[in-house]
């Protein structure tokens, strides 16, 4: 089966250091969006890209957090530096609006992450 | 902007029992679709209905349906015969026509045996 995939599934770090988290969106996908779930906000949405192509990213902390997606296979989300209260679950999901249109978006696992 | 609100944080139902979940919405566009997600304790999220905005008819999927009132922009989901596997968080989503999909912060749903 066609799935999102996320890595790193967990990830634990200090405060002040940068972190990467990767995104491979099923092929032939060309939207892709990055959510942060916490228990207070639930699924918030940070940015998304068509074709590559940021289309919004005002969700998202300029100043801490970037989007890029490198080639189409590949989404990424940094956070540099770091800070205790980006911990939270950061999904990416992936859907085609060429032939599903507004139909289905397909989530990857997550990854969990803990800022101490 | 839009916004997605879900007033209830957490509901119980008893098992084989009919629940409503709420879900309202803000928006001056006449195009739009609107969802419900289920995320079991897996976190994996699963679609479990969508709706487009131009049907009057209210979607349905096995147990689950929805009441859409357009006018009152309120998007409710109903589950008949409620099952232990349907404990879960529940989203509310709402898909713009620029395809930006925001979401509801989620119901709790406890199914009591």
């Known amino acids: 089966d066609a799935r999102v995939t996320q890595t790193p599934r967990h990830k634990v770090t200090e405060m002040g250091q940068e972190v990467t988290m990767r995104c491979q969106p099923i092929?032939?996908?060309?939207?892709v969006f990055w959510y942060r779930q916490t228990m207070m906000q639930g699924l918030e949405l940070l940015a998304y890209?068509?074709?590559?192509?940021?289309?919004?990213d005002s969700g998202m902390p300029k100043d801490r957090f970037s989007a890029e997606m490198p080639d189409a296979t590949l989404a990424t989300l940094k956070i540099q530096p770091s800070e205790p209260r980006d911990s939270a679950v950061y999904f990416c999901?992936?859907?085609?609006?060429?032939?599903?249109?507004?139909?289905?978006?397909?989530f990857g696992s997550g990854t969990q992450l803990s800022v101490l | 902007a839009q916004t997605v609100t879900q007033s209830q944080p957490e509901m119980s139902v008893q098992e084989a029992e009919t629940v409503t979940l709420s879900c309202t919405y803000d928006?001056?566009?006449?195009?739009?679709?609107l969802f419900w997600y289920k995320q079991p304790p897996s976190r994996q999220m699963i679609l479990v209905i969508r709706?487009?905005?131009?049907?009057?008819q209210n979607a349905t999927e096995n147990r689950f349906s929805v009441n859409f009132q357009k006018a009152a922009k309120s998007f409710s989901l109903k589950i008949s015969d409620s099952q232990l596997g349907d404990a879960a968080m529940y989203f509310c989503?709402?898909?713009?026509?620029?395809?930006?999909?925001?979401f509801g912060k989620g119901t709790r749903l406890h199914i009591l045996p």
């Open positions: 989503a709402y898909s713009n026509r620029d395809d930006k999909i925001i």
């Open positions: 092929l032939g996908h060309n939207t």
């Open positions: 890209f068509r074709n590559r192509a940021p289309l919004d």
């Open positions: 709706q487009e905005a131009y049907k009057q």
């Open positions: 999901a992936s859907g085609s609006w060429q032939h599903e249109g507004r139909e289905k978006l397909f």
């Open positions: 928006t001056s566009e006449s195009d739009y679709y």
